[in-house]
Every structure is written in C-alpha cells, then in structure tokens.
C-alpha cells in the first residue's frame, strides 16, 4: 500500500469521525434543547387548536439517547377559564431495541398527580365532546383510494412496560338536574404491568386501581390481554352511600333513599373474538342501613333494614345463566298505606311508569330468556306495619318479629318451592304459614296457624258490613290450605279447625254488651272454593250472651247491625235475581250439629213504661243438619228457663234453608210468671199484672217467608192490678172480657192463630199475638153472651140465645124451651164465678098490656068473651079510652125479674153474689112468636 492511498483513507475515517460527532452533537442539541422548546409550544398549541383550551405547561425534558420525555406541570382551562386537566409530572420512557424490531416499546409511562374534570351537561353530552365539536368543524369524509380494502389494517404492535398513575383526582360535575351536583374521585392510582397489543402465548399483564370517593372506594385487579381481548380479575366496590346512589339512581328509582351503603366484589372472566364471552364469579352484595322514603316531603323513612347480604353471585352471559345463593335480610321495616281512594302508597309512585316498563319488557322479551336461580331467602327480625285509610275508622296492623325462609327457586317456575313464614301481631296473637308453592301454573300448599290473635285490631273491616264494635276477643286457627290455579277459575280447599274466645261484641254508640261468648269453635272445616262450599262437622258455642234491646225509637239493636249501602229499591232487584229459579245457590254451606252450651239471651224493651225485662238462661241443646241444599232435614232440640224459674223446650224440623222447604217448630214454656208482662198488659190492655203464671205452647209452620201458626195460650190465675193510662189500651171493659175467658178454676186458655209474611217488615209474631189476645178480649167484652155462648158450647144454643130469655105476654111463664136456656146460663155462671149477671125485669107495654086486659076481661079465665066484645076493648085500650091498674104492668115487670133470679139461684144453685135485679124497664121486645124478650146483662166483679 502507498503512502497515498493511507492517507487517503485516514482522511476518510477522520471526515467520517467528524460528521458522526457532528450529528451526534446535532441529535443531542434537538433532543436535549431544541425538542424540549418545541413540544412546549406544541402541546398548548394543540390544546388550543384541537380542543379551544388555553394549557401551560411549565417545562419538559427530554433525552434523546435514553428515550426519554419528562413533562411537568401542565395545566389546561376550558373557554369558562375552570381547568379541565393536569397532571405534575408525566414521564414516559422509550425501549430502543424494542424500536429496533419495529414495537413501539415503552419501559415506562409514569403519571404523577394527574387532574381531569368530567362534566355531563344538561343534554347529556360531555364536555370534552362539546369543546372537541366546537374547535373542530364537520371533515368532509374522504373518497376511499381506489383498491383500499376497507378492512382495518392490523393494530399497531405496542408495548407497555409499566404504566402508573399516582395521586390522581377526577372530578365529576352532573348538570343534568335542577341543582350541579360533583363526586371528587381521589385518590386515583393505577398501576399496569407488561402490556402488549399483539399476541402472546402465555404472557398476560397484569393491573391494579384503587379510587376512592371519600369513604366509598372502588379496587380492580387482575390481568389483561389486549390481542385478543382478554381480562380476568376482580373488581370491588365498596360503601357507596345513600347520596351516590340517590343521584345516579334518580331516573329509574322512584322513592326518596335517604340512608344505606352498597358495598360489590366479583371475580370476573372476558373476553372478545369470534364470540363475545362474560362470566363472573363469587359475587357478593350487602346493603347496610338502607332508609327508603316515599318523596322528598315524606317525614320519615317507610322502608329500612339492617343488613342485606348476598353470596355466591354469578351471571354467564353465553350460556345466558344468572346465579344467585343466599339472601339474608336483617331487621327489615316496612310501613305500608291504603290512602282513602284504595291507592297504594308504595304503588302510586309506578303507575306512571307502567306504559315504559312494559315497552321494556316487549324489548327484551325476543330474545332467549335467562335462566336464574336463587339459593334461598331468609328474612330475620323484620317488622310490618298496615295503615289503612279506605275504611271508615282508620286500620293499622303492625306484624313484627318477621321471620320468612324461601328454599330454592328458579326459571323453572313450574318446580315447588318451599317456604315457612312466622311473625306476632302486636296487637296481640302470632301467625304463621309454611309450605310450598308453585309459580307458575300457580299452586300453594299452606299450613296455617294462628293463635290468639286479637281481633279488636280488625274492628274497621268488621265495621265495613256490620255496625259493631270488638271490645275484646281473640281468634285461633290450625288448618291446611291448598289452591291450584292451573286452570280458571282457581280452585282449592281449606281444612282444618278455628276457634274464637273470649268475643264481647257492642255497637258502636253503647256501652252495654250486644253478643258475647266463652268460646266459639268449628271443627272440623272443609271449604271449597269453586265451586264455593262450606262444610262444618261440628259448631261449639258455650255460654254465649245476647242482650237484644228495643228502644224508645222502637228499632231493637240488633237491627242497627246491618250496614245498608243502597236504598231498598236498588236492592230488591238483586234479591229477586238471586231467588229467581230454582237452581242451586252459588254458595253451598252444611252444618252438621250447632252445640249450645249454658247460653242466655236478655231481652229489653224500653218503649214501655215500666221497662220490660226478661232472660233466657241455662239453654242448652242442639241443632243438627243445617243446609242450603234439598234435600235436607234439620232438627232442633234446646232446653232452658225463663226468667230464672220458668221451664222453656224448643223443638222441630228444620227444613232446606233458603227454600219453601216446610219446617215445624214447637216452643213450649211452662210457670212463666204474669207480673213480668205487666208492662204489655198495661199498654195493650190498660191494667198492671198483680198475679199469675203463663204457659205458652206454639206450634209455627214456616214454609220460606210464609209462617202458619198455632198459639195455645193458658193464664193462670190472671188477677189485673192498678189502672195504668196507655193510649194504646184497648176501649173496653177488660175485666169483663177476662171473667169471660176464665173458667171456674181461675184459667184461661185460648188459642190464636196467625199467619203471615216474615219478609214483610210490618209483621211481627209477638206484636201480632198480642193484637190477637186483645181483640178477643175486646170482642168478648162487647158481645159477651156470644163469648160465653162459644166457650160454653151449650147444647146449640146461641150467644145471641142465651143473654135473653122469652116470657108469655102478660104472665111470668116462660116461653117453650126458655127454661133449658136458662139451665146452660147457670152452668156458665158457676163456671165462672167472677162473672155477675144483671137481671132487669122489664115488660112490652102493648104486647103485655093487651094481655093483662084479656085476662081482667075474662076474670082469670072464668068468663066468656066474644070475639067481639074483645075486639072492642083491645081498640078502646090502644086509643086509651080503657086502662089497666097503675101497678098493672109494673108489677109484671118486677115479678119477671124476681122469676128469673129465683129460677137460676134456687133451681140451678147459681150464687146469689152473682145475680142482681136492677130497676125493671118498660122497653122489652116482642118476638117473632109473639113473646116478651127479656135481655140480660153481664158485669164482672
């Protein structure tokens, strides 16, 4: 080699040296200062450009042989001049080799204290999004090149060594409702790990976040693949409070929440590729002190728990698969109320959504639907309270002491599910239901039991269709209820036995006792619900007390029990409907024997003065084989006492109830006491009662409304007492009537007869018994010889017969066949020793007059008279040119009289403090056979 050619090539490594040190020293100039002064005029200008923001950056750094970029202190402000980002410090460190094989390659991407404000506007765009559409006008989209497969090109291969984020702060502004409300997210640490967008077999990175909005914080972990799309982890949300929720809920949650956290944890798997795949895992939930309001002007909380937790939740998006375990439920309260127009508090708030949630559901209801499952539900220590406005009285029912378990239920809603709930009234009682039931098609079995429920707390439904107030009594039930809605309409049964006690009944307005009881109980019961039919073996009813009163109004209590919602007009049609025909009624009921143990009823009637009382004690019986169905014959058997001495015995068929069936009823009483009906006797009849006892034997025949009857009635030793004033006495001489009806030994017996409809309100047995009685009493007063003539029954002989007596004119003879008439009377006066007869001699002036005459002309019979000679002197006497002795007919009159007193007390032995002779009279009749009609008259003592 020459000299020349050496130094050729010393020269060219030597200009080599120097043009790589040259650009050497150009590349660190622009990296160290020329690219630092760039970038910081290059980022606020994008900012500017791109965004409209105004940002300051105080310096970067860069080195242009470790590839690296150091910014710090930038901060960002929209047009309003409020910041919108920064950050401290931001150092991203560059790979060389990885840029060598083409990767983007960054070892590190550090974040240090970074800022971001979020804001969602009133029309619910971002504004990062408006300041973005504002800087930036529409582009006109570009023709694709000619050839340009319209397929994405490949990502571009990125790698991430480690990715941070520290200390950062997002700030959260919501305008979308009437008042800007903001959530400070801080801190906000992110950490990622080994991160690269091309496949890797076997490499996965791996990330971490912790964010924090005061106390309620969110935790993510796990790790992630970017080609494909791949992540697995964990995400955990905790304490998220009642304001959060509140806000973010608002649109869909209608009610006012007002306490309670939410903490959430799951693992996660998931992926995108040919097919999207979601699953998660191990899910937990609880709820801590949740307070529920019904609106924003609600005093105070309805609805509130302790603690709700859920374990084991999984949902498979693929296999389109929820899974839930238990749900345990801690010191659940909840109020609920039934405003007066029947609206539910907890509903109204949805009624408006009804047409939206139902649009939803037509939405999702093309695709296939989810299976779920629910391992279970317990509820513990919950509370439930009733208030209820609809009725009349206010109702609030309070259950606490809440215990509810549900087994295992699913999508597979035709599979039972079994469940047991428990609780206590605090009104008094426990309740409680277990069994199983069937979703769909509906079935419930139900055992039920019920001990000592109050029922007083139930006093406003009561009073929905009966006036009555429930001054004390508790309920007990223990039976198995089965309902099975497979088919309409539902049908089910109802067995078991049910037991009322201790029940005092009043109306409202009172304060005396209506009905009470010691214990009412039906055993055993068998109800079916279609169709509708109620069986009874057995009804118990010891020592029930029913006190009926009659009030002054003349209404009795127990008439002020119904509660009438319609005038009788509107409601006569609906019970011709229902009586029309003779099918069979909708609701069948059978009873097979009513047991009445030691019962009393207590009757007041106080439109009287005095007030009438009497009782019903010691009966006991019973009655057997009552039905709304033919055929069916019932019987009746019931003893007991009236007025605590007399004997009372209750008997008969009964027949189909609520037909024409026939039923026979006898009621017989025996020593009922008179003085106790002094106060009837003294409005209908005018007198008290001094003495006497009453039997009473009835015989009713009552074919539906129809009621034929039978009523024997025997006074003994009926004696009247003091005169009482009642308009309403009859106008007639009672004793009279009384003494008519009285035989010898002192009794009276009649039997009345009646008949009539005991639909119509007007009718009533005892008022028209009593009606009866007393129109007999004023029918033998004012004819009181046809009276004694019927009772008498004498030989033929009529009542108009036998209160008078026929004398030959002239003499004291007594006309053919007076005499056996006069032999009956005196039997009906020692009959009836009270009666007084009353004699009064009396004379037919013309009739006995002639007679007289005759018999002077003829000298008694001894001398002849023509027919001339009489015709002579009968018209000289009828002109009053002849007369008779002036005691002539006087005398007549008087013998008469004394005749017949002395007829019927010394031939038939008639007392003589029966018989008076009272002034003789001149106004006798004359009858049909020519003779002198004497009439007696009758008084009583």
Known sequence: MSVAQSRKRSHMSRNLLIGFLALLILYTLAGFLLLPWWLERLVP????????????????????????????????????????????????????????RGIAGFEAIQLDEPYVRVDLLEDYSVNFARDWQAANAEPAEAEPAAGQSDDSAAPPRLYFGRIELNGGEMLFRDF??????????????LTLNDLATWRREGQDSDY??????????????????VAPFYSNGTLKVSSVDHETLAHFLAPFFPYDLRGGSVTLSSDYEVQAGDVFYLETTNG???????????????????????????????????RREVRIGQVSLDNLELALARSATGEIDWLAPLSSDDGEAASAGEASAGGEPFRWSVAGVTLSGGRVLWQDSQPATAAEIALEQLSVSIGELSHQLDEPVTYKVAGTLVSGGKLSLNGQVTPAPFTLEAAISGSDVSLAAFEPYVQEGANLAITTGTLAVDGNLDLDGQQEPLTGTFSGTAEVAGLDL???????????????????????????????????LAQPVINIVRN????HNVERIARTNGSAEEQEPAADAQGAGDSEPEFIFRIGQLMLEDGELAYTDRTLDPVFTTSFDELNGSVTGLSNISPQQGKVSIRGRVGGVADLDFEGTIGTLGTEDVSDLQLMMQDVSLPA???YFGRYLGYGVDSGKLNLNLDYEIAGSRIDASNLVVMDRLELGSAIASDEAVNAPVKLGLALLRDSKGVIEVDLPISGDLSDPDFSVGKVVMRAFVNLLAKAAASPFSMLGSIAELAGLSGEELGKVSFIPGSIQLAEGEAEKLAALADALLERPDLLLNIRGNIEPQADGLALLRDDLTAGGKQELSEEAWQEAREAYLAGERSLAPEALSNLASSRGVTLRNVLQQTHGVPADQLFLLDPARNAEVGGEGNVIVAFNLDVR
């Open 677 to 679: 009906l002094s106060p």
């Open 45 to 100: 200008e994008q900012l500017d450009q791109r965004m409209g923001w105004q940002a300051e950056i105080t310096e970067i750094h860069t080195n242009p042989f470790t590839l690296r970029v150091e910014a710090l202190g930038l901060s960002a402000a929209d047009t309003d001049g409020e910041q919108v980002v920064g950050f401290d410090r931001l150092m991203v460190d560059m790979n060389f080799f990885q840029l060598v």
């Open 284 to 318: 937990q939930l609880e709820l801590d002190n949740l307070a529920v309001a019904l609106d924003e002007q609600s005093e105070q909380a309805r609805l509130s728990n302790a603690m709700l937790s859920v374990d084991a939740i999984g949902f498979d998006l693929n």
């Open 176 to 189: 979308t409702k009437e008042t800007m409300a903001e959530f400070r997210i801080i801190p906000l640490d």
């Open 208 to 225: 971490s976040l912790l964010a924090a909005l005061g106390s309620q914080t969110i935790e993510w972990q796990g790790d992630l693949s």
């Open 552 to 555: 002054t109004d003349s209404v």
């Open 506 to 540: 009043k109306l409202p307005d009172s304060s005396g006792s209506l009905v009470s009881w010691q214990t009412l109980r039906l055993a055993p019961i068998e109800y079916n619900v279609y169709p509708a039919r109620l069986e009874i073996g057995t009804v118990t």
